[in-house]
């Protein structure tokens, strides 16, 4: 699967120094607004141990992670849904995307400039917010104009698909984003089809000074109950720290740095496997001599669905599946010791897909 998750926050927060750390591209980061005009694009692998420990049993000639693609979009200012800045270009990338890694400053250092003039991570939210919510009325408001017009002919569809975009517009307008909206599975294919911007999901990432990447700060404290309703999940990293540990070259290097900032994973990791659990993915395995590789799919799919990321003839042609316990793999050893223990089950089109399965599919086309 191609996933996509994009960078955004006002001009200074840290999304370049945040993006460089994450795929190691060297992107400009600079102390002055709208450093980032065009949008930087990288690959990231996501971490998983589990792919390690296949390796070490498998010894494949090839080791494939499953990976995302990051995009440091342009610094965003009041007045973008305007055109304000560079928000139409901003706004135009942020509709590409799957979801939102917003940035947040939550740092005092008064040689890195805020577009604002004070570091307020609160109102840096409400900004963006504001200016997302205003473009995303704008859509709404051209199709409620076009859905009356249809509604006119009587069928009933076009009259449902009418009042949900009246009562998506009155949301929108009371500050509520497309995603906290609460309807029903007919309304949220309608939502789906207005490619709204406040109805991806997203993010929170609080880029934080050195001694305050545990435990957080009054800035951080302020900013976690300002979303509390909002359900979503922040994550606490310092960019300057990740850019100190993206120099070092060795992986002992990099281990000795954080054990010496007392931390046991580079921030990114957490931002990275956060953003996994926010588009709801899981990963299963492939195994064989000639590759070790890890999937990517949706939490729930069934069997078919799974085999058809590797290539669509699979799920066309799909037949059964071979399905090894990850534990059961690692705990006896090999592919042939799960099967002689009668570990290995067979599995059809109902099976569904649990994170960390190692798999073999059957098809015929």
Known sequence: MALKCGIVGLPNVGKSTLFNALTEAGALAANYPFATKEPNVGIITVPDKRLEQLADIVNPQKIQPTTVEIVDI?????????????????????????????????????????????????????????????????????LVEKLKKQAKTGKKEDKKNFEVAQE??????????????????????????????????????????????????????AFIASVAAEKAEVVLISAGIE????????????????????????????VIKASYKLLNLITYFTAGVKE????????????????????????????RAEVINFSDYVTLGSEQAVKAAGKMSVEGKEYVVIDGDVMHFLFNV
């Not at 942020?94 to 400039?113: P, S, T, Y």
């Not at 009155?170 to 911007?197: F, W």
Request: aromatic share 6%; with cysteine.
């Open 292 to 319: 070790v590789r890890a999937w990517t799919i949706r939490d729930g799919w069934k069997a078919p669905q799974a085999a058809g990321v590797i290539h669509t003839d699979f799920e066309k042609g799909f037949i």
């Open 74 to 142: 342009a610094g965003l200012i009041k007045g973008a849904s305007q055109g304000e800045g560079l928000g139409n270009q901003f706004l135009g990338n942020i509709r590409e995307v799957d979801a939102i890694l917003h940035v947040v400053r939550c740092f005092d250092n008064d040689n890195v400039v805020h577009v604002d003039g004070s570091v307020n991570p609160v109102r840096d939210k409400e900004i963006i917010d504001t200016e997302l919510i205003l473009k995303d009325i704008e859509t709404v408001e051209k």
């Open 168 to 221: 998506i517009l009155e949301k929108l307008e009371s500050g509520i984003p497309a995603r906290a909206i609460d309807l029903d599975e007919e309304a949220m294919a309608l939502i789906k089809t207005m490619y709204l911007l406040t109805a991806k999901p997203i993010l929170y990432v609080c880029n934080v000074d050195e001694d305050s990447v545990h435990d957080g700060n009054e800035h951080t404290k």
């Open 243 to 270: 850019a100190d540990i993206v120099e070092l070259e060795s992986i002992e290097e990099r281990l000795e740095f954080l054990n010496d900032m007392g931390l046991t994973e580079p921030g990114v990791n957490k």
